[in-house]
């Protein structure tokens, strides 16, 4: 072998030039002739990069302080020297050369670092940018607070004034009837007092002159004017300014809504499955639907006349029967916390209420099926008449009858006519989210048609076939695709985000607890899944 190969590292293609380079995926030095050789094998990912020679700095062992570590105790985690290793002090330990597991390390940071350079950090340099953008949004928001704000000023200001001018005028208007009848009466009393004048001239004359006819034809008259005229009082108006109560004020002049901080989590590269329910109900299509009670107790409905409360380790809590004795078509957890159902076959909606059942909903000509209650605690009701054509939502306040949304602008149906499963759920924009057999149909509060949702086109083997639908605190729209063993997330505006499979099996009923985490009625299995996905 050429001596040289003693000081200088050679190529390990051609091993006789030194070498220069270094391809990263590979693990192999090369020389400057032998990279395109090397680089024609389009088999394998390589990156070439400048070789820099290592030159191994070994620490001192600080119970051999003439030794170097030279080997690594894997069961220990620390460098040693050939000296602790031969007085037995790590016998029966794993022993490595120091520069293998440095190697080893070194790959490891590599890797650390390629994640953090391309794929950690720009993450959090979107998250920054995406933090500078919504401070622009929360200026502009707040300006339109306060421009809000003295809109409603300039309005007060503008009825203030406008009232005042009114009690203004009101004044000058009473000013002047009161001046009226006071005129009236000085007029009156004026010519009475005229007339007096008169008549004592006369009764002077007669007294100053021997005229027997002037004497023998007087009446007198002071009986006449001793019945004085009445006096009329008239009471002064007054303006009663009661005192402003400002909580009365405030209220009527509108409130700013307290400032509501959420993390908003983003969705697990790999969903988990955390906990499995066995309901009990029979495998073949026996779980229809699951609600939430709260984080570890769901209520659960089959394929017979009871809905189970359960909590994560299959215990049921509390059972109740169906006042028909029929199996329910699709239960809900109010706001109140109390339990819906309803009844296709007698056509009602029922709640519970320590195991009291009251129907609050009976129809007529129509068949409910599925329902959820709503943030302002409504009920929502899919359903459709007895000759199961026409489909249609309708909204519940109690027993009375809020909303009906069954036509889009055009006239057109928003919902099938033959879909015996309508699944329904409310999202936090209000959105009213129905899964309708083949397609997601989606409206806004008033009713309006926003978007319909028809799957992924991506490769399936069976077509697309919602059934289960609910909604997070993101706003994210999930439903199951039965067919496909798998749940679609979608953004509150009907863009797919991905799928959760989490080895699925027929997924039918949906819900998600107050911590996101997403509850899966399996169909044919019975079970409950609970998956975190946030």
């Not at 400057?32 to 070439?48: A, F, G, M, R, T």
């Not at 208007?173 to 004048?197: F, G, P, V, Y």
């Not at 004020?249 to 969903?271: A, I, Q, R």
Request: charged content about 25%.
């Amino acid at each position: 072998m050429d001596p040289r190969a003693q000081d200088v590292l050679l190529c390990d293609l051609c091993e006789t030039d030194p070498l220069q380079y270094l391809c990263e995926h590979c693990d192999i030095n090369i020389c400057p002739d032998c990279v395109s050789k090397h680089l024609s094998n389009s088999s394998k990912k390589h990156k070439i990069a400048p070789y820099h020679l290592f030159t191994p700095k070994y620490s001192k062992c600080l119970k051999h302080a003439d030794k170097d570590c030279e080997i690594y105790c894997e069961s220990c985690h620390i460098p040693v020297c050939i000296a602790c290793v031969s007085s037995g002090k790590h016998k029966g330990h794993d022993i490595s050369d120091i520069l293998e597991t440095l190697g080893s390390k070194k790959q490891r940071i590599q890797k650390d670092l390629e994640e953090l350079e391309n794929k950690i950090y720009p993450r959090y340099k979107e998250i920054s940018s995406a933090v500078q953008n919504e401070k622009v949004e929360v200026e502009m928001n707040y300006g339109k607070l306060a421009t809000t704000a003295d809109q409603q000023g300039e309005f007060w200001h503008r009825e203030v004034t406008a009232i005042v001018n009114k009690r203004k005028a009101d004044i000058v208007e009473t000013k002047t009837k009161h001046l009226s009848i006071l005129d009236k009466q000085a007029d009156e009393i004026t010519h009475r007092m005229t007339e007096i004048n008169h008549v004592i001239l006369e009764m002077k004359n007669i007294l100053d002159t021997n005229d027997i006819s002037l004497t023998s034809t007087y009446k007198s008259r002071n009986d006449e004017f001793n019945k004085l005229p009445p006096k009329i009082k008239v009471t002064l108006p007054s303006l009663s300014t009661p005192t402003i109560n400002t909580e009365i004020l405030n209220e009527m002049f509108g409130s700013l809504t307290s400032l509501s901080v959420t993390k908003v989590g983003s969705l697990l590269d790999e969903p988990r499955l955390t906990a499995t329910i066995d309901t009990g109900y029979s495998t073949y299509r026996g779980l229809f639907s699951v609600s939430c009670l709260s984080e570890d107790q769901v209520w659960t409905c089959g394929e017979n006349k009871t809905m189970k409360l359960l909590n994560l380790q299959s215990k049921l809590l509390t059972s109740i029967q169906t006042k028909s004795g029929r199996r329910p078509t699709d239960i809900a957890v109010t706001r109140d916390r109390y339990l819906v159902y309803t009844d296709y076959k007698n056509r009602t909606v029922n709640l519970v209420n320590n195991k009291k059942i009251q129907t609050v909903i009976t129809l007529q000509g129509w068949r409910p099926h599925n329902v959820c209650s709503t943030a302002c605690n409504d009920l929502l009701v899919t359903m459709h008449s007895d000759d199961i054509k026409p489909s249609k939502v309708m909204r519940y306040s109690g027993s009375t009858e809020k909303q009906s949304i069954q036509f889009d602008d055009q006239g057109h149906p928003l919902y099938s006519s033959h879909g015996l499963y309508q699944y329904i759920s409310e999202n936090r924009n209000l959105d009213i989210c129905v899964a309708d057999t083949s397609v997601v149909v989606v409206v806004n509060q008033s009713g309006k048609l926003r978007f319909k949702y028809t799957g992924h086109p991506s490769n399936t083997k069976q077509s697309f076939n919602p059934r289960g639908i609910t909604t997070d605190s993101q706003s994210h729209i999930l439903t199951a695709d039965i067919n496909n063993h798998r749940i679609h997330i979608l953004d509150q505006d009907g863009q797919f985000l991905r799928y959760i499979h989490c080895h699925l099996e027929s997924p039918l009923g949906l819900c998600v607890d107050i911590r996101d985490n997403l509850f899966v009625a399996e169909c044919y299995t019975a079970k409950v899944r609970k998956i975190q996905y946030l």
